[in-house]
């Protein structure tokens, strides 16, 4: 079981980047394990973002895959979110998590607000 | 890709069973596992049952899950309801490369 931590500002402005970290604890980036962002609107449901691998490999929602990036970066032991052109629509707490077969590991989520 | 469709919210009362059923819109139900998590209020998901049926350790033999092909359907049924088991439950899959949550149901235990 490995700890996982997001990190990152707590308000964009809409159209601009929305970025996030998320520092790993307890275990290697590079384990078998894929690595992934959810996002959850207030008062809402949970929406898989995408997921990465150590290896760079990654799948996205299709729904979000035009705005999304999700990189890693294994000498921090760490993975990264950017999601462009935000709206207000995009307003949520953002949860990382470890992907085996299912969501095993969650963060404690962090809430980013879009608004001017 | 596919949806999964629960109940938005059912209630029981303590000691009793629910069951919350998640339907898959196309594909087969049985051609990849269905996961269920608990969400409890501010708090991080954690997962009910894992792989169609398996539980996690920790987590009581109250909770069983179980997929049905006639109806495309998966059911997480929990069985001597407690107040403590009052959250929202999602239903999770996967297929071509995407994962898919279903939209929740709200449990109230009453």
């Known amino acids: 079981q490995v700890q996982l931590q997001e990190s990152g500002p707590g308000l964009v402005k809409p159209s601009e980047t929305l970025s996030l970290t998320c520092g790993v604890s307890?275990?290697?980036?590079?384990?078998?394990?894929?690595w992934s962002w959810v996002r959850q609107p207030p008062g809402k449901g949970l929406e898989w973002i995408g997921e990465i691998f150590h290896t760079g490999s990654t799948n996205y929602n299709p729904s979000l895959k035009s705005r999304v990036t999700i990189s890693v970066d294994k000498s921090k032991n760490q993975f990264s979110l950017r999601l462009t052109s935000v709206t207000a629509a995009d307003t949520a707490v953002y949860y990382c998590?470890?992907?085996?077969?299912?969501?095993?590991?969650w963060g404690q989520g962090t809430l980013v607000s879009v608004s001017s | 890709n596919f949806m999964l469709t629960q109940p938005h919210s059912v209630s029981e009362s303590p000691g009793k069973t629910v069951t919350i059923s998640c339907t898959r819109s196309s594909g087969s139900i049985a051609s990849n596992y269905v996961h269920w998590y608990q969400q409890r209020p501010a708090s991080s998901p954690t997962t009910v049952i894992y792989e169609d049926n398996q539980r996690p350790s920790g987590v009581p033999d109250r909770f069983s899950g179980s997929i049905d092909s006639s109806s495309n359907s998966a059911s997480l049924t929990i069985s001597g309801l407690k107040t403590e088991d009052e959250a929202d439950y999602y239903c999770?899959?996967?297929?071509?490369?995407?994962?898919?949550f279903g939209g929740g149901t709200k449990l109230t235990v009453l």
């Open positions: 307890g275990g290697s980036i590079s384990s078998y394990y894929w």
């Open positions: 998590a470890t992907t085996a077969e299912y969501f095993q590991d």
């Open positions: 999770q899959s996967y297929d071509s490369s995407s994962q898919v």
